[in-house]
């Protein structure tokens, strides 16, 4: 494919994005349809592992860091979706990210952070409140489901750090993201298994279909990313990846048929404004 596809590339990536996101979200039981998912990662892991370089001795901490960064963010985003709404949880968890990103980076690896960025920022942050508040000040009820959302977005931001550090420290970025895909998907299969105990056996036989493909569509959208970043503009990419927060409000009120409202719409499209400005101001 040349450079001219890049941007359908990451659109589709986007797509698959918000749909495997909505696949989980659709499973009766979230935990074991996790669980299945990472059934998927370790198979694709352990099979790429036997066709690329080991990552360096210097990756161990980064890729055990990550593991279990990873166990936290998908048992809070399993968490999260039982609790609330698609089309609220997602853009809540999505949008998060980037600005803690931009936080860390100015506070843990003290890199200066230009005025274009703070105010994109502060776009974030007033989106991120209007999803919070669409449906009027959150009730007692309601606030374990924002807090895991947005739990959920501090986590990703947090693996994106360590594992932007640890494919640079690996010297093999095919032999990070493969025994990434392995540890990972062991370790949240371990701690499923811990939570669950006897009764995930048979909770694995419910909704497997869509959990695998959400597995196979999470390591396509990933590997789509992989691909464009190896030959179009990362600003770029990253401002269409989040286009699938508006996605998953779409997919939320067509499909699920959730609520969507003029304020939930507004204030997804604002988180999704100021990932953009945010992207174009690196």
Same mark, same amino acid.
């Given at each position: 494919m040349s450079q001219d596809a890049v941007p359908v590339v990451v659109l589709a990536a986007a797509l698959l994005h918000a749909v495997w996101n909505a696949l989980v979200h659709g499973v009766r039981d979230r935990l074991a349809g996790v669980a299945l998912m990472n059934l998927v990662f370790v198979a694709f892991g352990a099979v790429s592992a036997l066709f690329v370089p080991l990552p360096g001795a210097r990756a161990l901490p980064y890729l055990l860091a990550s593991t279990a960064l990873q166990v936290g963010y998908q048992l809070l985003l399993a968490r999260a979706y039982r609790l609330g709404d698609f089309g609220q949880m997602y853009p809540i968890a999505r949008g998060t990210s980037p600005a803690v990103v931009a936080l860390?980076?100015?506070?843990?690896?003290?890199?200066?952070?230009?005025?274009?960025?703070?105010?994109?920022?502060?776009?974030?942050?007033?989106?991120?409140?209007?999803?919070?508040?669409?449906?009027?000040?959150?009730?007692?009820?309601?606030?374990? *489901?924002?807090? *895991?959302?947005?739990?959920?977005?501090?986590?990703?931001?947090?693996?994106?750090?360590?594992?932007?550090?640890?494919?640079?420290?690996?010297?093999?970025?095919?032999?990070?993201? *493969?025994?990434?895909?392995?540890?990972?998907?062991?370790?949240?299969? *371990?701690?499923?298994?811990?939570?669950?105990?006897?009764?995930?056996?048979?909770?694995?036989?419910?909704?497997?279909?869509?959990?695998?493909?959400?597995?196979?569509?999470?390591?396509?959208?990933?590997?789509?990313?992989?691909?464009?970043?190896?030959?179009?503009?990362?600003p770029t990419i990253a401002a269409l990846r989040e286009t699938s927060i508006v996605i998953a409000a779409l997919i939320g009120t067509l499909v699920l048929r959730e609520r969507l409202g003029t304020l939930r719409l507004a204030a997804s499209a604002t988180v999704l404004t100021g990932i953009a400005l945010l992207e174009l101001a690196h």
């Amino acid at each position: 494919m040349s450079q001219d596809a890049v941007p359908v590339v990451v659109l589709a990536a986007a797509l698959l994005h918000a749909v495997w996101n909505a696949l989980v979200h659709g499973v009766r039981d979230r935990l074991a349809g996790v669980a299945l998912m990472n059934l998927v990662f370790v198979a694709f892991g352990a099979v790429s592992a036997l066709f690329v370089p080991l990552p360096g001795a210097r990756a161990l901490p980064y890729l055990l860091a990550s593991t279990a960064l990873q166990v936290g963010y998908q048992l809070l985003l399993a968490r999260a979706y039982r609790l609330g709404d698609f089309g609220q949880m997602y853009p809540i968890a999505r949008g998060t990210s980037p600005a803690v990103v931009a936080l860390l980076a100015a506070t843990v690896l003290h890199h200066p952070v230009p005025a274009g960025q703070a105010v994109a920022v502060v776009v974030i942050s007033l989106g991120l409140a209007g999803l919070a508040l669409a449906g009027g000040w959150p009730r007692r009820e309601q606030l374990p *489901a924002l807090a *895991a959302a947005l739990g959920t977005g501090v986590l990703i931001a947090c693996y994106t750090v360590v594992d932007g550090n640890g494919v640079r420290a690996a010297n093999s970025t095919g032999g990070y993201l *493969a025994w990434m895909f392995v540890l990972q998907g062991l370790a949240v299969l *371990a701690a499923v298994v811990a939570v669950r105990g006897r009764t995930l056996l048979p909770a694995l036989r419910e909704g497997r279909a869509a959990s695998v493909a959400g597995g196979l569509m999470s390591l396509t959208a990933y590997g789509l990313v992989v691909w464009a970043q190896t030959v179009g503009d990362l600003p770029t990419i990253a401002a269409l990846r989040e286009t699938s927060i508006v996605i998953a409000a779409l997919i939320g009120t067509l499909v699920l048929r959730e609520r969507l409202g003029t304020l939930r719409l507004a204030a997804s499209a604002t988180v999704l404004t100021g990932i953009a400005l945010l992207e174009l101001a690196h």
